[in-house]
């Protein structure tokens, strides 16, 4: 590492740099503030050893100024044996750690050790990220329909606030992506987003998995164990298919969102978190309150904020441009870019009914471009049940309402057009006269 170290005592700058040296370090030294700015901007300094007492100066000053400047690295403050005020303040103003002065050359070794060692880490972490984001498609959190555009809108504008989200929807529309995306919006973003799937465990697992349990609490519990609460504690609990969730849990559930109480199970002790509740679900509550499986003063807690993130086949407007997305995505990653849909895959894409929403459409996406062999996607491309899919579709002739017919047209031209307007031009009708049958189709 290049180390630059700030102290106003030239001997202090000797032995340190030769400490360094013989640690395997270069360095280059400062003995006051201003000497220490230039060296930060003409060497890339990868640490900063700073004293607290710099003559006239307060070291601890400069880490508030380059920290201010947006200037990140990683300071080791030198403090005064005795003074602790002063290591906490260092730790306060960005510090990455202090150590008192005069220090033995094995306790600076051990410190800049644990830097390099969490630099790396970093490093890791932020490759690891990039690689994550590069094998996803892009998330598209914008919508040409005016309604999930409005969706998109009031989560995010909920995000910084500490209310509860309740997002509505059938199964593979978003919703899980939906509440991750408000969780990095919010002030909680660098804590942690913890998700538990409420169907995926018996009534007794559930509340361990959430809560917690201490040894012996029932039968195989043989050890203590913090629940998902606890490990969401600052950050974001997303409680996936929190229709599922046993009226026996609810009580529970709503003593953690009112007074952000619980008790692990079997023990007596009751313990406090901090978690912002998201939840997501595919059924009506409201009927599953009336029907007398889901408490209503857990569901006025949880609806807050209630967001609905509509079927596929209700977003026309986005259709193509998320099919678009994931094939640019898929055909990147296989080493096929400028891979198409031909005209008839269009089509196809636009008639199919996307009963599995979003998941549907990237798998079938994804499916398509590893199984096509030339520059563009034909609708042979896509598996069987697309194609009987499409065969049982809404067709002139068959036995269906003149409404469903028009409902069924009005949806696949405004997916075919460019806009809206195109859309009504199309149709015949003016635009406003189509915006009121979206609207009562209930598409807008
Ligand atoms: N905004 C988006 N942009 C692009 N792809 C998305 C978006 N939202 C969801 N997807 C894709 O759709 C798939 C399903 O999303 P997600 O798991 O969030 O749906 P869900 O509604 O939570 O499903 P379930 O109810 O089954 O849990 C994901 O794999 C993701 O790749």
Same mark, same amino acid.
């Given at each position: !590492? ?71 690295? =990683? ?64 998330? !598209? ?104 969730? =046993?009226?026996? #849990? ?65 977003? =026309? ?52 471009? #590893? ?69 009562? !189709?209930?598409?807008?």
């Amino acid at each position: !590492m290049t180390i630059l170290i700030v102290d106003d005592q030239p001997n202090v700058l000797r032995t340190t740099t030769y400490a360094l040296s013989a640690m395997g370090h270069q360095s280059v030294t400062a003995e006051n503030s201003r000497q220490a700015a230039r060296q930060l901007e003409a060497e890339k300094i990868d640490a900063i050893l700073l004293d607290v007492n710099l003559g006239p100066e307060n070291g601890l000053d400069f880490l508030s100024h380059i920290r201010a400047e947006g200037n990140l690295t =990683p300071v080791i403050v030198f403090t005064a044996q005795t003074s602790v005020e002063s290591a906490v303040d260092a730790m306060r103003r960005g510090a990455y750690d202090y150590i008192p002065k005069p220090f033995i050359p094995e306790d600076l070794e051990q410190k800049l050790k644990k830097l390099s060692e969490h630099q790396s880490m970093q490093t890791k972490v932020t490759d690891l990220q990039a690689q994550v984001a590069k094998a996803h498609p892009t998330l !598209m959190l914008e919508s040409g329909e005016p309604a999930v555009q409005r969706a998109f809108d009031m989560a995010f504008r909920a995000a910084s606030s500490d209310a509860n989200i309740l997002v509505l929807g059938p199964s593979g529309t978003g919703k899980t992506v939906l509440a991750r995306a408000v969780h990095d919006r919010s002030q909680r973003a660098d804590k942690a987003f913890i998700t538990i799937n409420c169907p995926s465990l018996s009534r007794e697992l559930l509340e361990s998995e959430l809560f917690g349990h201490v040894k012996g609490a029932f039968t195989g519990a043989l050890k203590d164990t913090w629940g998902k609460v606890a490990a969401a504690d600052e950050g974001t609990l997303f409680l996936d298919e929190i229709g599922e969730i =046993p009226l026996e #849990i609810q009580p529970k559930l709503l003593r953690l969102l009112q007074d952000r109480e619980y008790e692990r199970v079997g023990d007596t002790r009751t313990r406090k978190a901090n978690v912002r509740v998201i939840a997501a679900t595919n059924r009506d509550l409201a009927k599953e309150v009336a029907a007398g499986r889901f408490r209503e003063d857990l569901y006025y807690r949880l609806k807050v904020i209630a967001v609905e993130m509509p079927a596929l086949a209700d977003r =026309p407007a986005d259709l193509m441009p998320l099919a678009e997305n994931y094939l640019n995505h898929f055909a990147r990653e296989q080493g096929r870019a400028g891979l198409r849909f031909s005209a008839d895959a269009r089509t196809a894409v636009i008639d199919y009914g996307w009963p599995g929403n979003l998941r549907e459409l990237r798998n079938v996406i994804e499916r398509a471009v #590893i199984l096509t062999a030339g520059p563009e996607i034909e609708p042979a491309d896509f598996p069987d049940e697309f194609h009987e899919k499409e065969e049982s579709s809404l067709r002139p002739g068959h036995l269906v309402t003149i409404d469903a017919l028009e409902q069924e047209h009005i949806r696949r031209i405004i997916a075919k057009s460019p806009s809206l307007d195109q859309a009504a031009k199309t149709l015949g009708i003016d635009t406003a006269t189509l915006y009121r049958k979206r609207k009562r !189709m209930g598409l807008a």
